[in-house]
């Protein structure tokens, strides 16, 4: 199974449908472009077609949904952990949201259920696999529903946010944003030449998006885990059984005891420079760790290497001074994300 060529639709799409639109530059919000191709690629690698936000220039409605349940998610976890708040719940989250939700879950099924119907295709796709192994001890269509709203939510939204946030810091480290964009097409003659075998060889590129991870990691919270039922000792202090327990990522990664510099945006740690060779690197887990750590990892770098590469050859970008402070936001579980307005120029060859 390939990523889908529908990632090179990003450069055309992001300024009008052709290059010649950019030739004098066009601004555009990068951070809903980047959304628009991550999801989708879910969409085409998930369910075996996109969902059309790249080719209709905005969010499908279900994105838009998502965006809104995230927000609120954040609510629904302060009432799960007390749970005598349960029976207020209707009075706590809208009706809106409830709505919102149910049409959420209805969307998802008839999704993945038109999906199932379809059966194994010649194009193969996650339900591909998914249909071909799901004997009597496979997933239920219920499970499959399940599944494909967590496939959708967890490698779009994050990976388009590490996009973002990874851009915007190049943005404002022009030294930087210059040495990436000079390997990359110094590397490639033709947009056709930026596979992902060759991408994978980048090794500033490589560092670039660490160094983003370490900054502005997509989850900034923790990634909870329950002790199990006896207890157990963490760093040297007794936790009760069943307790939920956490690392918030941004905290660790923005301490001086872990990374110099750690306000600062420096991809160099990663290549060895001696200045940094106090850092404790192995801190460094956006994708968390141990056998319940994300799965989509290795899926997550192959579209930003790939979506990165082909946009830094095509265009040149400028951030525009109102979206200077974008990285000042609020968390709802995840990022608040406002705009990136950036101007982008078709580069000349």
Same mark, same amino acid.
């Given at each position: 199974m390939e990523i889908p060529l529908s990632i090179g639709l990003l450069p055309l799409a992001a300024t009008g449908g052709t290059h010649e639109n950019a030739k004098n530059g066009k601004t555009i919000d990068i951070v809903a472009w980047y959304n628009c191709t991550t999801f989708d690629l879910i969409g085409d690698l998930a369910f075996g077609e996109p969902f059309g936000c790249l080719k209709a220039g905005g969010y499908h409605p279900w994105v838009s949904m998502i965006f809104d349940g995230l927000r609120i998610a954040s609510l629904g976890q302060v009432v799960r952990r007390y749970p005598f708040h349960a029976p207020l719940r209707s009075l706590i989250i809208p009706k809106w949201v409830r709505e919102k939700a149910k049409e959420h879950y209805q969307l998802i099924q008839r999704t993945a259920l038109k999906r199932v119907e379809l059966g194994n295709t010649d194009r193969e796709d996650f339900m591909s696999y998914i249909l071909h192994h799901n004997d009597e001890k496979g997933l239920t269509k219920g499970e499959l529903i399940e599944n494909a709203s967590l496939l959708i939510i967890a490698d779009s939204e994050t990976t388009a946010t590490q996009l973002s946030g990874t851009t915007y810091h190049l943005l404002t480290n022009p030294s930087m944003y210059k040495k990436l964009t000079e390997q990359i097409r110094s590397t490639f003659e033709s947009e056709d030449e930026i596979t992902l075998a060759r991408v994978n060889a980048l090794q500033y590129m490589h560092a670039v998006f660490e160094e983003g991870f370490r900054i502005y !990691? !997509?989850? !900034?919270?923790?990634? !909870?885990?329950? =002790?199990? #039922?006896?207890?157990?000792?963490?760093? $040297?202090?007794?936790?009760?059984?069943? =307790?939920?327990?956490?690392?918030?990522?941004?905290?660790?990664?923005? @301490?001086?005891? @872990?990374?110099?510099?750690?306000?600062?945006?420096? #991809?160099?740690?990663? /290549?060895?420079?001696?200045?940094?060779?106090?850092?404790?690197?192995?801190? /460094?887990?956006?994708?968390?760790? $141990?056998? @319940?750590?994300?799965? $989509?990892? @290795?899926?997550?770098?192959?579209?930003?290497?790939?979506?990165?590469?082909?946009?830094?050859?095509?265009?040149?970008?400028?951030?525009?001074?109102?979206?200077?402070?974008?990285?000042?936001?609020? =968390?709802?579980?995840?990022?608040?994300? $406002?705009?990136?307005?950036?101007?982008? =120029?078709?580069?000349?060859?």
């Open positions: !990691p !997509p989850v !900034p919270t923790g990634l !909870p885990r329950i =002790t199990p #039922p006896e207890g157990e000792f963490i760093e $040297g202090y007794w936790i009760p059984g069943k =307790t939920s327990v956490s690392v918030s990522q941004y905290s660790s990664y923005h @301490n001086e005891r @872990n990374f110099r510099d750690a306000e600062k945006f420096v #991809p160099e740690r990663w /290549l060895g420079d001696p200045k940094y060779k106090s850092d404790s690197r192995g801190v /460094l887990n956006p994708f968390s760790y $141990g056998p @319940n750590n994300c799965i $989509g990892k @290795n899926l997550a770098y192959a579209e930003m290497r790939l979506i990165l590469a082909r946009l830094l050859w095509s265009f040149k970008l400028e951030m525009l001074p109102e979206s200077k402070s974008w990285d000042q936001q609020k =968390t709802f579980l995840l990022w608040d994300k $406002g705009p990136i307005q950036v101007k982008v =120029t078709a580069v000349q060859r």
